[in-house]
């Protein structure tokens, strides 16, 4: 999840959460990453993350691995290396 919007980004990956009862995330989750551990966004194993877009400085076809990055804010994704 990408969005300018701090607090957007907390809301909506709870919701996303919430939204899959009865399952449960047993992944990798960070519902605000800070930019010191934005090193997390190639990680190798399944993640739900939201981050600012000025995280992402490398073009997102060149963060590795298959990433689905869904913009709040243009409301658009953007799948790499599908």
Known sequence: LVSTSLSQLT???ET????????QW???Y???LPR?????????????IGTHPSF???PLDNLGGRMLVVDL?????HCTNP
């Open 11 to 13: 809301v909506i990956s």
């Open 16 to 23: 996303i959460l919430q939204l899959m009862y009865p399952f």
């Open 26 to 28: 047993s992944n990798v």
């Open 30 to 32: 960070i519902p605000l």
């Open 36 to 48: 010191t551990l934005r090193r997390f966004i190639n990680a190798p194993m399944p993640f739900l």
């Open 56 to 58: 992402l400085k490398e």
């Open 73 to 77: 804010d243009s409301s658009t994704t």
